[in-house]
């Protein structure tokens, strides 16, 4: 079946530093892909996605391209601050799983000042 | 801004008993989701509704049932607690079945003794 891996977490940065979640997935069919992410005593939040192959997607200073032939979609910003501190989750669907959202397992990001 | 209002925000119950979970939202979406979270695991998908007097199962239905009232309303039920059930509970909506975007609720966090 379909699934999602990304960076085990915790990971933990100092402020201006870069980032990088690697999100890596499985599926036959061709899926859209998003980030979502949880903010400390929130529900998880959608922070962009993207449906065509080789596109990129950005919001808040993170961006991932959609790379199809490496069935990867890494998250990454120049610069973290503080108030980036969350749990990001990447996940997909596709037609054949009824359109349901698959979700990696979360990467905790403390970003220290 | 779309609104998912869940309740109770923490719940405390004894094992074997009955415990409901309760989820609103006012944004007309055909779609309601419920996904319990835990460590290790990210968000993990129980039941799911696409309107009013439908449930389907998710990949993690037993102990689990729901009832979708109206469109408004979408319970998640756990006739007979147990501790494995201890979790935090997020309920979302979606507007269309293809790659949509969900908006989650902040929660609820049940423990089960």
């Known amino acids: 079946g379909d699934s999602v891996t990304q960076t085990e977490g915790p990971v933990t940065l100092s402020e201006g530093t870069s980032l990088t979640v690697n999100c890596s997935y499985e599926?036959?069919?061709?899926?859209?892909l998003f980030w979502y992410v949880q903010y400390p005593g929130e529900g998880p939040q959608l922070l962009f996605k993207?449906?065509?192959?080789?596109e990129k997607g950005s919001n808040r200073g993170f961006e991932a391209t959609y790379n199809k032939e490496a069935t990867s979609f890494h998250l990454q910003k120049a610069s973290v601050q503080e108030s980036d501190s969350a749990v990001y989750y990447c996940a997909l669907s596709e037609p054949s799983g009824s359109w349901q959202l698959i979700f990696g397992s979360g990467t905790q990001l403390t970003v220290m000042p | 801004e779309a609104a998912v209002t869940q309740s109770p925000r923490n719940k405390v119950a004894v094992t074997g008993g009955k415990v409901t979970l309760s989820c609103n939202q006012t944004n007309n979406h055909n779609n309601m989701y419920w996904y319990r979270q835990d460590t290790g695991h990210g968000l993990r998908l129980i039941h799911y509704?696409?309107?009013?007097?439908?449930?389907e199962k998710g990949d993690i239905p037993d102990g689990y049932k729901a009832s979708r009232p109206s469109q408004e309303n979408f319970s998640l039920i756990l006739e007979l607690a147990t501790p494995s059930q201890t979790s935090v509970y997020f309920c979302?909506?979606?507007?269309?079945?293809?790659?949509?975007?969900?908006?989650f609720g902040s929660g609820t966090r049940l423990t089960v003794l």
């Open positions: 509704s696409y309107g009013a007097g439908s449930t």
């Open positions: 599926t036959k069919q061709y899926p859209t």
């Open positions: 979302a909506s979606g507007a269309a079945r293809k790659a949509e975007t969900l908006y």
């Open positions: 993207v449906p065509k192959a080789n």
